[in-house]
């Protein structure tokens, strides 16, 4: 088994004639919280997109614990152990905390063509879930419409860490979320990672970043142009990475920028 | 609310019973409760009003067995319709998917073919109905509104065709049997609408295709990323609506024994309307099956009493105009 839980190796995606991502290289370990900063249309959203088998890559690959995978849909990822927290969330609102959890992984007890759902197994389950993951809600049964953005975050994480996965993706864990509540999915990324899962995470949030991350890859213009080990982490260099202020040591593998 | 994601153990959320009086006390708290039960309400409140009205007249067997009659088909329609208005989709076609059935229906028995087999045809014709329609809605991703309209007029149309604009007389005695038989005052054609209801309501609320309905209508974006197949939801409510508007149409024609060839389009608006009333958000996402089936019910009941009580017959269009548009800004504010 490769050192890397996900290696993704010279990937490529255009959208018409936008260059999304050119030539991407990342990688992110079990155990490890990495983190992806970027601008505005650095190409972020795109690569775990790809990641995640929402998007397909043009050119390049995927190695998922050392073995190339090649997913044409979100499904086959999310078999295969990556589970993706959407910044819109994926929650639906009018659905209880365990219908969520459970969506579409639904325990049914069969008989021939009819498939009753198993609903106090699953409320069970979910209680489970969120208890493994020291989250607390006042009832697995209340819907996800009363919820605070916090408890929202808490589901959806929870529901990603909750299966059989090997891989979280977060794009934008907290950035709707307050202080107080930030400090909360935080908490709850870092269990995760104690967990042994590989965190990959996407951030604005430059203090975050140092908090958590054991790895950041900076962004810019679809090209990786910087790789950061957690001693390097550093919220003004970063800031000046993705303005471009400062130039990254991967530039000059890349070529330039501005082409 | 503060997630209380710390590490303080105490677990506050057990999964008990279903019975315990906290779980009373949340429902009873959950604003979506009292919108699936307003209905409930309003039909006590309308039983209430005409009976205190008409006191030797509303609440008699004989015109509690017309008002149930009568309701079957509004009922039966409005399950169908409520599927569709939970995935947030809308079905204008089923009145006239009810009529292209009986059409169809009337077209074999003319012919001699069995009974079985036209009443099977009038649910293929509106399964299939309901097949385009859907199919039209997911794959190509075009309104709802705009594809069940166009269906609207083609079965219409389709009807008119087959049936060269006259309507066929269905002299059955098995069908006609059925249409007046009742246990106590309860028609057999409620019993009838009264089972389809529990069926429905057994597929939303046990099983994941219920769930599914619910997940597309209330975030079809979140539903298609989790892995639901959103077009085969969306697909399928649309079949069960046109299937239903089959049955509707046999339930139709064992009434008045002939297969018609107008649109009863009173029966399109009353299916929305008996939805709206029964709590189910237009907005898809939400509802039950036991509001729409008793709002069609309650609508059915309200133009009886109306015409018990001596009203004249134009003033029931403004009643059921003002009732649905007080109940959707009832069941708004209820959020």
């Known amino acids: 088994m490769s050192e890397y839980a996900v290696a993704c190796h010279n990937v490529s995606k255009a959208f018409g004639s936008v260059k999304a991502l050119r030539d991407v290289s990342i990688t992110a370990k079990a155990g490890e919280v990495t983190a992806i900063i970027g601008d505005n249309g650095a190409g972020k959203s795109t690569l775990i997109k790809i990641v995640a088998g929402v998007e397909q890559a043009d050119s390049g690959h995927i190695d998922l614990f050392g073995q190339q995978v ?101 794009d934008e864990p907290t950035a709707a979320l307050g202080v107080r509540e930030s400090a909360k999915v935080e908490e709850l990324i870092e269990r995760l990672k104690d967990k042994g899962l590989a965190v990959i995470v996407i951030s604005h949030n430059f203090d975050q970043v140092v908090r958590l991350a054991d790895r950041v890859w900076v962004m810019r213009q679809g090209r990786v142009i910087a790789e950061l080990s957690q001693e390097e982490l550093d919220a003004a260099q970063m800031v000046a990475l993705i303005t471009g202020a400062a130039k990254g040591d991967k530039l000059n593998e890349s070529g330039d920028l501005d082409d | 609310m503060t997630p209380k994601v710390s590490g303080s153990g105490a677990a506050s959320a057990a999964p008990g019973p279903s019975f315990s009086l906290h779980t009373i006390a949340a429902k009873l708290r959950d604003p979506y409760f009292w919108a699936d039960w307003t209905v409930v ?65 009337g077209w074999f028995f003319f ?21 385009i329609n859907g199919l039209i809605i997911a794959q190509f991703k075009i309104n709802d509104f705009i594809v069940t309209l166009g269906m609207l007029s083609l079965a219409q149309g389709v009807a008119l065709v087959i049936s060269n604009a006259k309507p066929v007389q269905v002299i059955s005695p098995v069908l006609a049997q059925f249409a007046i038989g009742k246990i106590w005052v309860i028609p057999y054609l409620m019993i009838l609408a009264f089972v389809l209801l529990l069926v429905c309501q057994f ?65 399109l608006l009353n299916s929305v309307a008996a939805v709206v009333l029964g709590g189910v958000s237009l907005f898809g996402g939400r509802g039950n099956m036991i509001g729409p089936f008793v709002g069609a019910i309650l609508l059915t009941m309200i133009i009886n009493g109306l015409i018990v009580a001596g009203v004249p017959q134009y003033y029931q269009f403004i009643a059921i105009g003002l009732i649905v548009m007080v109940s959707a800004v009832l069941v708004r504010s209820a959020k």
């Not at chain 1, 152990?81 to 819109?88: P, S």
């Not at chain 2, 295709?209 to 959103?230: S, Y």
């Open chain 2, 41 to 105: 309400f309003a039909l006590v409140a309308a039983v209430l009003i005409f009976t205190a009205l008409e006191p030797g007249n509303f609440m008699t067997a004989y015109n509690v067995n017309t008002i149930l009659t009568a309701s079957a088909v509004p009922a039966i329609l409005a399950l169908g319709q409520a599927f569709v208005i939970m995935t947030a989709g809308i079905d204008l076609s089923n009145a006239a998917v009810l009529t292209l059935g009986a059409v169809t229906f």
């Open chain 2, 111 to 131: 012919r001699g073919y069995p009974l079985i087999w036209c009443m099977i045809s009038a649910i293929i014709v509106g399964l299939i109905a309901g097949l």
């Open chain 1, 70 to 170: 090649d997913f044409t849909n979100p499904e086959e990822a999310r078999q295969a152990g990556i589970e993706t927290v959407y910044q819109t969330l994926g929650l639906i609102e009018d659905l209880t905390i365990w219908q969520n959890l459970f969506l579409n992984r639904e325990i049914v007890t069969g008989f021939g063509p009819i498939q009753l759902m198993n609903k106090r197994v699953m409320r069970q389950r979910s209680h489970e879930m969120l208890t493994a993951l020291d989250v607390h809600i006042p009832s697995v049964r209340a819907r996800v419409r009363g919820l605070s953005g916090g408890q929202r975050q808490a589901v959806a994480i929870s529901r990603a860490a909750g299966w059989s996965s090997r891989v979280v993706i977060m």
């Open chain 2, 203 to 267: 597929f939303l609320t046990q099983t994941k295709f219920g769930t599914h309905v619910l997940a597309t209508g209330g975030n079809t974006d979140a539903a298609r990323a989790m892995g639901v197949r959103t077009k085969a939801i969306k697909v399928s409510v649309y079949a069960i609506s046109g299937t239903l508007a089959g049955v509707a149409a046999i339930v139709t024609i064992s009434r008045i024994g002939a297969a018609e060839p107008a649109v009863n389009t009173a029966f």
